[in-house]
């Protein structure tokens, strides 16, 4: 069982920057794939990225890619979210997730939302 909290969300400006962090309550480092993915009301969950374990590889979704920057601190058991250039569209509700990969890795977890760990969500809203 493990638990995710999220924190560091909030309104900014278009240009603008956010880190969002994620706590889980246990080690997570050799054991579980993590990602972050967002929700705007009425739409589906999408996944924003992903790290696998122990940060082998890394996977972002193209529309975040050389804005957003994912990491973990497995000695910590904390997730990361660096977001830069932020813009509108990046408002949503962002929420981080956790899973033992697949027979196949960790990306296919991430592009079927298929995770068994969920945090509560943090709000991020972008104003231009």
């Known amino acids: 069982q493990v638990q995710l909290v999220e924190s560091g969300g909030g309104s900014v400006q278009a240009g603008g920057s956010l880190r969002l962090s994620c706590a889980a309550s246990?080690?997570?480092?050799?054991?579980?794939?993590m990602g972050w993915f967002r929700q705007v009301p009425g739409k589906e969950r999408e996944w924003v990225a992903g790290?696998?374990?122990?940060?082998?590889?890394?996977y972002y979704t193209d529309s975040v890619k050389d804005r957003f920057t994912i990491s973990r601190d497995n000695a910590k058991n904390m997730l990361y979210l660096q977001m830069n250039s932020l813009k509108p569209e990046d408002t949503a509700v962002y929420y981080c997730?956790?899973?033992?990969?697949?027979?196949?890795?960790?990306?296919?977890?991430?592009?079927?939302?298929?995770?068994?760990?969920w945090g509560q969500g943090t709000q991020v809203t972008v104003s231009s």
């Open positions: 997730a956790a899973d033992s990969p697949t027979l196949s890795g960790c990306y296919s977890r991430l592009t079927r939302a298929d995770f068994g760990y």
């Open positions: 790290i696998s374990t122990g940060s082998g590889i890394i």
């Open positions: 246990t080690y997570t480092g050799s054991r579980y794939c």
